[in-house]
């Protein structure tokens, strides 16, 4: 009994701080703040998130310039670019093609593109990661997407556009098996 009175009694305490939440929602003015707010909290998170994922980072992109096309040029396109905190790791002489659905990012981007100057933006798209016409067939050496399969709404048509944009498709010996899984799931 006293069990469930607690239950209920926590559960009447989060729906009534939850309320001006529902009440923003149901207004329409809750997804605009967010996506005001978002870019701020993803500047002080993504500071965090690198002094933690650093020496990863740079093992995983160590790598990035055997990607070049014959001309050396390497095109790295970026799925949720969000802040732009991936370019400390690309080579010199990279040229990014930024995505993300938020244009609020915008001038935090800005602010890494002048701290990175190896990077070079080629274009800036507002769009969803499932969306990618824009970008040319096989166009891109290098597709980077970090922190962001989990928010999409189709991980499966984000796949198909990031095979759709590769010049090339290698595979690294690591992930074989999750690479030819995901391809074959991705043709049949």
């Given amino acids: 009994m006293e069990m469930s009175f607690l239950v209920i009694l926590l559960r009447l305490c989060f729906q009534i701080l939850a309320l001006p939440v529902y009440l923003l929602w149901f207004l329409g ?13 993803m500047v002080f998170f993504s500071v965090h998130y690198n002094s933690k994922m650093s020496a990863k980072k740079k093992e995983l992109f160590n790598n990035l ?17 969000g802040t732009g905190t991936n370019f400390q790791f690309y080579p010199t002489g990279s040229k990014v093609i930024c995505t993300d659905p938020n ?11 002048s701290e990175n100057p190896q990077v070079k933006l080629e274009r800036c798209i507002v769009t969803a990661a499932e969306d990618l016409h824009q970008i040319p067939d096989a166009s891109v050496d290098v597709v980077v997407c970090t922190l962001v399969l989990c928010s999409v709404k189709s991980i499966e048509g984000v796949l198909r556009e990031v095979l759709r944009v590769l ?12 690479t030819l899984i995901t391809l074959t799931y991705l043709t049949e």
Avoid: H, M
Wanted: proline share 11%; glycine share 4%; hydrophobic share 45%.
């Fill in 167 to 178: 010049r090339r498709v290698l595979v690294p010996p690591l992930n074989i098996e999750l």
């Fill in 103 to 113: 244009p609020n990012f915008r001038k935090f981007l800005d602010k890494n593109l």
């Fill in 29 to 41: 003015i809750w997804d605009p703040i967010c996506k005001k707010a978002f870019p701020y909290f």
């Fill in 65 to 81: 310039s055997d990607f070049a096309s014959p001309s050396g040029a390497l095109t790295i396109l970026e799925i949720g670019t």
